[in-house]
């Protein structure tokens, strides 16, 4: 009964990981769904208009040819929008799919009744290549998450294109262009304005250094222009940083003087690209760390022990111990990786029946204390601590009460 308890499978502690699973679907249905509706209430619009136009003219007495023009071209703006809708009714499909299959994903883990059972370790295995897939397609390696995703057969389970078109967007921005980025801030636009991103207006002002970074009078014309076009409609949010603006055109590029130096500075490519991912994730729902960091932080510090970085704690790190740990913690591959992680917090404690504490604070178990003692060959009447290597009077221990 009680291992039954113990390895029961709590699937909603489970599920705090996976939350991204169904809530990026989500994100794209709507986004979807308000491209659909922009585009119909537009086309809507106009055909209404030219109607009403074209029937006016026609009672006014407007000749044949040009009411039938008027006609072909208003059937012909019909045919465009039931292309795109076609499109858009495509690509929800999809969506509809992935989200189905990951439902199903999901809810295969309420189907399991224990975490021995063999069908666990097919449904972890399966996360974890998902978690696998969402690191390389952060880290930048589209290809090799594409490729692992279908040789595991999880390409419903994972958002590819997403990641892919971020990186690239990414990428654009590292290498100093602007274009493909506010081209995703204007298919974006209204969720943006709902989040108060200033992602757009900051690319906007990277257009402006640019075009005052060449130093020509034409290029300067240039730029006062598009300030005055771009950077003019954030006044009510943005003043001190267009004050700012106007004033860079009194400096050249290698000026020392702050805070148009760092305006000028390279840098600000990079912190350009590290501002489209975090608005990105944060536009889809998406962590800002993968989903590899986090799961691997939580097993980790669920191991963690205060002895794990102890100079006493084990033979591999103390050449009088006579313990072998196999606390993963303590691991060659792991041991740097969780040091700064937090310890576990743990509701139970599990110790020795016959507790005892030596006189270097340690406590273990009477009994296996002087059974380790007596086979390493320590004299009668003599203890050693069997981490730290010490050897004690055995008079000198003391029995432990756990209240």
Not at 335 to 353: D, F, G, I, M, Q
């Amino acid at each position: 009964m009680a291992e039954l308890t113990t390895t029961k499978l709590n699937a909603e502690s489970h599920l705090l990981l996976d939350q991204p699973l169904l809530r990026l679907p989500h994100e794209l249905v709507r986004k979807n769904f308000k491209t659909s509706q922009r585009i119909v209430e537009r086309e809507r619009d106009h055909i209404l208009d030219s109607l009403k136009k074209t029937a006016n003219a026609s009672l006014a007495g407007e000749a044949a040819p040009q009411s039938l023009a008027s006609l072909d071209s208003m059937i012909s703006r019909m045919q465009g929008l039931k292309r795109k809708l076609q499109g858009l009714q495509e690509e929800e499909e999809i969506i509809h799919k992935h989200s189905r299959r990951r439902i199903q994903h999901l809810q295969d883990l309420y189907e399991i009744p224990s975490l021995a059972d063999v069908k666990y370790d097919e449904w972890s295995r399966v996360r974890l290549n998902r978690l696998l897939v969402d690191y390389l397609l952060r880290s930048g390696y589209g290809e090799s998450a594409r490729a692992l995703a279908r040789e595991k057969d999880i390409e419903d389970l994972v958002d590819v294109d997403v990641f892919v078109q971020c990186h690239r967007i990414e990428q654009c921005l590292r290498d100093g262009t602007t274009q493909e980025c506010l081209a995703w801030c204007n298919e974006n636009k209204h969720s943006l304005k709902k989040v108060n991103s200033n992602l757009e207006f900051e690319l906007r002002l990277q257009q402006y250094i640019e075009l005052v970074r060449s130093g020509q009078t034409v290029k300067l014309l240039e730029a006062r222009q598009h300030g005055i076009k771009f950077l003019a409609p954030y006044r009510d949010s943005q003043l001190a940083e267009i004050h700012r603006a106007a004033g860079l055109l009194a400096f050249s590029p290698d000026t020392q003087a702050e805070p148009y130096k760092t305006m000028f500075s390279r840098s600000r490519w990079d912190d350009l690209s590290r501002l489209f991912v975090k608005t990105h994730h944060e536009l889809f729902s998406l962590p800002a760390r993968p989903l590899l960091h986090i799961a691997l932080s939580a097993g980790l510090s669920s191991l963690k022990t205060p002895s794990c970085h102890s100079a006493y704690a084990s033979s591999s790190s103390n050449a009088s111990s006579s313990t072998t740990s196999v606390c993963p913690i303590c691991s060659t591959e792991l041991k740097e990786l969780s040091r700064n992680v937090p310890y576990a917090h743990h509701t139970k404690s599990y110790v020795e029946s016959d507790p005892v504490v030596l006189p270097n604070g340690r406590i273990y178990g009477r009994d296996r204390l002087l059974q380790m003692s007596a086979k390493v060959g320590i004299a009668d009447g003599q203890i050693k601590d069997p981490t730290t290597g010490e050897i004690f009077e055995e008079s000198k221990i003391r029995k432990v009460y756990i209240s």
